[in-house]
């Protein structure tokens, strides 16, 4: 059956079931890669970056942006295959795919170790602040609505690994000689999307076709299309 023959529903999927199914190789091939790099050579990148504690999280969490991108493509998959393309919905399944390859990407791309490792905590801390806003509105929100009183253990405790954890992520600053407000700055897609290499190009505006495809993801999102 050729590409042009394969349909889910009514909708037209052309390569796609190819792409899938590469993409399904290529995440078997990394989980592999990842369960087992310590098996390999004792002077590759990962094993010097994984030195420092720094180092350890960046490749936790880059594993785990790939997987969640595969989550994701898993149910546009399963979308497609139930209800073929929706209005909104379907490009809600592709945007934190999309976002989620990126980040991984944008943290393992530099040669450079100690970019790597200033990537890695960037992206770290980005995701501390995120968390303290969520737990400081849940915080407000149980107190406003007479749920816990103010010395509530957890509330302590929260409090204090919220300190603890602050004082790692100044620590880890530090050894990479940058400020706190530095390592912690806000990872711009549209600005460090450009910036990729995309392996070997042919075309130098695949990078600005790459940040417009974000673009539209985000719009088509929120009902912007």
Known sequence: MSSEEVRVGETKLGNLPMVWQSLDLMYQQVNEVNNSHRRGSLFSDRRFDETTATGRRTYISAFGFIAAARDSNRALVKMLQLDGIRPFSTWSAIRP??????????????????????????????????????????????????????????????????????????DETNSLGLSYKQAGANV??????????????????????????????????HGDQ
Not at 192 to 199: A, D, I, Q, R, T
Not at 200 to 221: F, G, K, N
Request: hydrophobic share 40%; with cysteine; aromatic share 10%.
């Open 188 to 221: 711009n897609i549209v600005d460090e999307l450009p910036k990729l290499s995309f392996g070997d190009l042919t075309d130098e505006w695949v990078p600005q076709w790459m940040t417009l495809i974000w673009r539209e993801l985000s719009a088509a999102t």
């Open 97 to 170: 795919a999309f976002e989620c390859s990126f980040y991984a990407a944008w943290m393992l791309e530099p040669d450079n170790g100690q970019t790597r490792l200033k990537r890695g905590l960037r992206i770290a801390i980005n995701e501390h602040k995120s968390h303290a806003q969520r737990r400081k509105l849940q915080k407000e929100i149980a107190l406003a609505w007479g749920e816990i009183p103010d010395n509530n253990k957890e509330i302590i405790r929260v409090a204090e690994m919220k300190r603890e954890q602050e004082e790692l992520y100044n």
